[in-house]
């Protein structure tokens, strides 16, 4: 049986093994890294098998998970080499378009891109991937069922990928909850207290608003009465610029995906 082999062990390739054994998952999983502490960590935790050399792994690939940081994709492909026999490759690298994998492995390597959120190891991972114009049906759902069971998968179009990438980040939850966290201990509530307040506020909210069926629209009016408490800090906070802070995070984002786009 071939193997999905992850060139790179850093984060999101731990995330990722740990969501497809908490899946299921028991076909075959190779990492190649550099890091040998880091292999032995994903072997114990995740059983998978640690494979330093580089050719070696490549050859033992049904699927290639490109899991490297943006500036080491290309030196990575390049170790590579050219490939001979038809090989499903999916990138995680932020920001490098699929002409420029393509460019350094192309055909009879078929490739996709892929975003999964490392929120994947506990099932509750997001994934968008996005595919080219030749891609079969039958190679798009051999990607897409692999990222499926770690969580819900958006096909979205290369052109909004980047767009994609900004918005959907855990870090938007973590950043937001460490905030309102530490707003709460200057109003007076101690730590344990203020982050289970901010908990709420956060993840409890967005939850019955996933799971219900009212609108965002419809929540946001059911939560700031006219003359509330609510209204006022959602009023002081808008006019501190709060969403024209959230909206130059994510141009921010935009363009350091862009300026990996060039690596």
């Known amino acids: 049986m ?8 850093g984060r999101i390739a731990s995330a990722l093994c740990a969501g497809l ?10 990492v190649h890294g550099r890091d040998r502490q880091k292999l032995r960590e994903l072997e114990r935790r995740h059983g998978v098998t640690a494979e330093p050399d580089l050719q070696r792994a490549v050859a033992q690939a049904g699927i290639l998970i490109i899991a490297v940081r943006p500036a080491s994709v290309a030196s990575l492909l390049k170790g590579i080499g050219p490939i001979r026999r038809p090989l499903t490759a ?17 055909p009879p390597v078929r490739w996709a891109r892929a975003m999964p959120s490392p929120a994947c190891r506990s099932g509750r991972g997001l994934t968008a991937l996005t595919f080219g114009p030749n891609a079969t049906q039958r190679f798009r759902t051999g990607v897409k069922s692999l990222f499926a069971r770690v969580g819900p998968v958006l096909e979205v179009p290369e052109s909004k990928f980047d767009a994609f990438t900004v918005t959907y980040s855990c870090s938007h939850g973590y950043h937001a909850l460490a905030a309102l966290a530490e707003a709460g201990e200057k109003v007076g509530l101690d730590r344990k207290t203020a982050l289970a307040a901010a908990a709420h506020a956060l993840a409890d909210g967005i939850i019955a608003w996933r799971e219900g069926g009212l609108s965002l629209e419809d929540l946001l009016h059911e939560a700031a009465t006219p003359g509330g408490i609510a209204a006022a800090v959602m009023s002081a906070m808008d006019k501190r610029g709060y969403r024209q802070a959230v909206q130059a995070g994510l141009r921010a984002g935009i363009v350091r995906a862009r300026a990996n786009s060039k690596s």
């Open 2 to 9: 071939k193997s999905v082999v992850f060139l790179g062990g």
């Open 90 to 106: 999916v990138s995680l690298a932020a920001g490098i378009p699929l002409k420029n994998l393509r460019a350094h492995l192309g």
């Open 21 to 30: 054994r908490l899946a299921g998952y028991r076909a075959p999983i190779i």
